[in-house]
C-alpha cells in the first residue's frame, strides 16, 4: 500500500517531461522523443539511481504505451486509402497503392534473414521481433516531417506515406499474432486477433450511424463545452473498450490500442480538429512523456560494460536497417526519380516510438535479452 501511494518517483518524471523540451528547444535537429530517454538514463538505474520500481509507476508507463499506439493509429485514416461515396483515385495513387504492398512484403522478406543474421552473429534476440523492429516505420515522425515541407501533394511525399502507413499497421498486426502464438502456441487463441477486427467494424459500422443522427449530434454539440468535452471522453472510451478488449482475449495491448485509434479518423466529422489536437495534447502532453522517460529509467547500460560486443551491433544494425528499406524502395525508380527514391528510403528508415515499443514488450517477454534491448534503443 505504501509502494502505490508513493508519488515522489511520479513526481520526478513529470518535472522532466515539462524540463526536456525546455532544454531542447534551442537544438531543433534532436527528436523531444530522444531527449526525454537521455533524461531518463540520468535519473534511472544506469544513472543517479533516483527513480525506482513502483506500482504507478507501471500503470503510467503501460496508460503511456497505450496512448502512444493510440495516436499512432489516428494517423491511419482507411477513407483516405479507400475513398466511398463515388470518389476515385489517380492512376498514380492507384499504382501506389498496388505497388507499396509488394514493397513491404519484400522489406519483411529482407528483415527476416537479417533478423536471424544478426541473432547468429551474437545479439541475443528473437529473430522474427527482431524482423518486425527492422521492417517497421514510425509514422508519427514521418507523417509530420512531410507535412513540414510540403510534401504531401507529390507522388515522393504519398509513396512514402503509403509505405509508412502500411509498415506502422501490418507491423502491429503481425507482432500481435507473432506474439499470441509465442505465448499460447498455433492453436484456436490466434483467432481471438480476427475479433478485435469483428469489433472495429461494429464501432465503424455502428457508431458512424449512430454518431451522424440529429439528436446525438445536437447532444453532443450541448456537451462539448469546456467543462464536459465528450468527445474527448468518448475518444478515450473507446481506447479503453479495444485495450480491456485485447486484454481479455489475451492480447497485448497495442493492437487493442492501434485499433482504437483507426476508428477516430473514421468517425470524425470535418470540424473535429480539435478534438485530435486536445487528444494529442493528452497523450503527448502527459502519458507518452511518462513511458519514453521510463524507457530510460529501465535501460542498463551497464550491460554494455559485461557485453562490450553488443556495442559492435550498433553499426552492424543500423547498416541492415539501411538495406531492408532501400532495396525494396527501388521499386518505386520507376515513378520517381534516383534521388527523390534514395531521400523516400532514408525516410521510411525512421525508427522510433513503434520499434521502441517492440523492444519493451520484448524484453518483458524474454524476446530480447538486456544487452540487445540496449542496443536496439540506441
Do not use: C
Given at each position: 500500500?505504501?509502494?502505490?501511494?508513493?508519488?515522489?518517483?511520479?513526481?520526478?518524471?513529470?518535472?522532466?517531461?515539462?524540463?526536456?523540451?525546455?532544454?531542447?528547444?534551442?537544438?531543433?535537429?534532436?527528436?523531444?522523443?530522444?531527449?526525454?530517454?537521455?533524461?531518463?538514463?540520468?535519473?534511472?538505474?544506469?544513472?543517479?539511481?533516483?527513480?525506482?520500481?513502483?506500482?504507478?509507476?507501471?500503470?503510467?508507463?503501460?496508460?503511456?504505451?497505450?496512448?502512444?499506439?493510440?495516436?499512432?493509429?489516428?494517423?491511419?485514416?482507411?477513407?483516405?486509402?479507400?475513398?466511398?461515396?463515388?470518389?476515385?483515385?489517380?492512376?498514380?495513387?492507384?499504382?501506389?497503392?498496388?505497388?507499396?504492398?509488394?514493397?513491404?512484403?519484400?522489406?519483411?522478406?529482407?528483415?527476416?534473414?537479417?533478423?536471424?543474421?544478426?541473432?547468429?552473429?551474437?545479439?541475443?534476440?528473437?529473430?522474427?521481433?527482431?524482423?518486425?523492429?527492422?521492417?517497421?516505420?514510425?509514422?508519427?515522425?514521418?507523417?509530420?516531417?512531410?507535412?513540414?515541407?510540403?510534401?504531401?501533394?507529390?507522388?515522393?511525399?504519398?509513396?512514402?506515406?503509403?509505405?509508412?502507413?502500411?509498415?506502422?499497421?501490418?507491423?502491429?498486426?503481425?507482432?500481435?499474432?507473432?506474439?499470441?502464438?509465442?505465448?499460447?502456441?498455433?492453436?484456436?487463441?490466434?483467432?481471438?486477433?480476427?475479433?478485435?477486427?469483428?469489433?472495429?467494424?461494429?464501432?465503424?459500422?455502428?457508431?458512424?450511424?449512430?454518431?451522424?443522427?440529429?439528436?446525438?449530434?445536437?447532444?453532443?454539440?450541448?456537451?462539448?463545452?469546456?467543462?464536459?468535452?465528450?468527445?474527448?471522453?468518448?475518444?478515450?472510451?473507446?481506447?479503453?473498450?479495444?485495450?480491456?478488449?485485447?486484454?481479455?482475449?489475451?492480447?497485448?495491448?497495442?493492437?487493442?490500442?492501434?485499433?482504437a485509434g483507426m476508428v477516430i479518423p473514421l468517425l470524425r466529422a470535418p470540424d473535429d480538429h480539435e478534438v485530435?489536437?486536445?487528444?494529442?495534447?493528452?497523450?503527448?502532453?502527459?502519458?507518452?512523456?511518462?513511458?519514453?522517460?521510463?524507457?530510460?529509467?529501465?535501460?542498463?547500460?551497464?550491460?554494455?560494460?559485461?557485453?562490450?560486443?553488443?556495442?559492435?551491433?550498433?553499426?552492424?544494425?543500423?547498416?541492415?536497417?539501411?538495406?531492408?528499406?532501400?532495396?525494396?524502395?527501388?521499386?518505386?525508380?520507376?515513378?520517381?526519380?534516383?534521388?527523390?527514391?534514395?531521400?523516400?528510403?532514408?525516410?521510411?528508415?525512421?525508427?522510433?516510438?513503434?520499434?521502441?515499443?517492440?523492444?519493451?514488450?520484448?524484453?518483458?517477454?524474454?524476446?530480447?535479452?538486456?544487452?540487445?534491448?540496449?542496443?536496439?534503443?540506441?
Amino acid at each position: 500500500m505504501e509502494e502505490s501511494l508513493n508519488y515522489l518517483p511520479l513526481l520526478v518524471v513529470l518535472i522532466l517531461a515539462f524540463l526536456v523540451p525546455l532544454l531542447l528547444s534551442k537544438v531543433r535537429w534532436l527528436p523531444i522523443v530522444v531527449g526525454e530517454i537521455a533524461a531518463g538514463i540520468l535519473i534511472g538505474r544506469s544513472g543517479l539511481n533516483l527513480v525506482e520500481h513502483s506500482a504507478i509507476l507501471d500503470i503510467m508507463s503501460n496508460m503511456g504505451l497505450a496512448f502512444l499506439m493510440f495516436l499512432a493509429g489516428m494517423e491511419i485514416n482507411l477513407n483516405q486509402l479507400f475513398p466511398v461515396n463515388g470518389r476515385s483515385q489517380s492512376g498514380e495513387d492507384q499504382s501506389l497503392l498496388k505497388l507499396t504492398p509488394v514493397v513491404y512484403l519484400l522489406t519483411l522478406a529482407l528483415s527476416i534473414p537479417g533478423g536471424l543474421a544478426l541473432n547468429a552473429l551474437g545479439l541475443n534476440g528473437n529473430p522474427w521481433l527482431l524482423a518486425f523492429i527492422l521492417s517497421a516505420t514510425s509514422l508519427g515522425v514521418v507523417l509530420p516531417t512531410l507535412k513540414q515541407h510540403e510534401l504531401m501533394p507529390t507522388l515522393l511525399g504519398r509513396a512514402v506515406f503509403y509505405s509508412s502507413l502500411l509498415a506502422d499497421f501490418l507491423t502491429v498486426l503481425l507482432l500481435t499474432v507473432f506474439l499470441t502464438v509465442f505465448q499460447n502456441g498455433l492453436n484456436i487463441e490466434v483467432l481471438s486477433v480476427s475479433l478485435l477486427f469483428v469489433a472495429f467494424l461494429i464501432f465503424y459500422q455502428l457508431g458512424e450511424r449512430v454518431y451522424r443522427l440529429s439528436a446525438i449530434q445536437s447532444v453532443i454539440r450541448e456537451l462539448s463545452h469546456v467543462t464536459v468535452q465528450i468527445k474527448v471522453r468518448g475518444a478515450i472510451t473507446i481506447l479503453m473498450v479495444f485495450v480491456v478488449l485485447a486484454g481479455v482475449l489475451g492480447l497485448e495491448i497495442v493492437l487493442g490500442a492501434f485499433m482504437a485509434g483507426m476508428v477516430i479518423p473514421l468517425l470524425r466529422a470535418p470540424d473535429d480538429h480539435e478534438v485530435i489536437d486536445k487528444l494529442e495534447a493528452f497523450g503527448y502532453g502527459f502519458f507518452i512523456p511518462i513511458f519514453f522517460i521510463l524507457v530510460g529509467v529501465n535501460l542498463d547500460l551497464g550491460v554494455l560494460v559485461d557485453s562490450p560486443r553488443a556495442l559492435l551491433f550498433l553499426p552492424a544494425l543500423f547498416l541492415v536497417a539501411l538495406l531492408v528499406k532501400t532495396l525494396p524502395m527501388l521499386l518505386f525508380r520507376r515513378m520517381l526519380s534516383l534521388r527523390e527514391t534514395l531521400a523516400g528510403a532514408a525516410l521510411v528508415n525512421t525508427h522510433l516510438s513503434i520499434e521502441i515499443a517492440v523492444a519493451v514488450i520484448g524484453v518483458r517477454l524474454g524476446l530480447l535479452d538486456p544487452a540487445a534491448n540496449v542496443t536496439v534503443i540506441l
